[in-house]
Nanobody
Framework: QVQLVESGGGLVQAGGSLRLSCVASESISSINVMGWYRQGPGKQRELVAA???????DYKDSVKGRFTISRDTGKNTVYLQMNSLTPEDTAVYYC????????????WGQGTQVTVSS
């Protein structure tokens, strides 16, 4: 079972930046989609950004222009660069790996807390 380990969360003031990292225990080259999700207090988990094995990206509307997802296959790592953070971005951020439909499996990291103060 692949392990995903997130890091980079923390406390930041509004307008600040953070870069999250997600390191996989195996090659990410075969993973169809890797994504960053978040779950704020009292809210459902939602997709923030995703990147396909072909390098295509997609973003939640509210983070477009502020967040950038990228990956380094040599390091088996996916990043989420977050700029111009607002208190509404406060959440636990989770990394997800999805091999479907090629292989019927997904994996989640343990999450990293991001807190943005006003």
């Amino acid at each position: 079972q692949v392990q995903l380990v997130e890091s980079g969360g923390g406390l930041v003031q509004a307008g600040g930046s953070l870069r999250l990292s997600c390191v996989a225990s195996e090659s990410i080259s075969s993973i169809n989609v890797m994504g960053w999700y978040r779950q704020g207090p009292g809210k459902q988990r939602e997709l923030v950004a995703a990147i396909t094995s072909g390098g295509m990206t997609d973003y939640k509307d509210s983070v477009k222009g502020r967040f950038t997802i990228s990956r380094d296959t040599g390091k088996n790592t996916v990043y989420l660069q977050m700029n111009s953070l607002t208190p509404e971005d406060t959440a636990v951020y989770y990394c997800n790996a999805d091999w479907r439909p090629t292989v019927p499996k997904t994996a989640w990291g343990q999450g990293t807390q991001v807190t943005v103060s006003s």
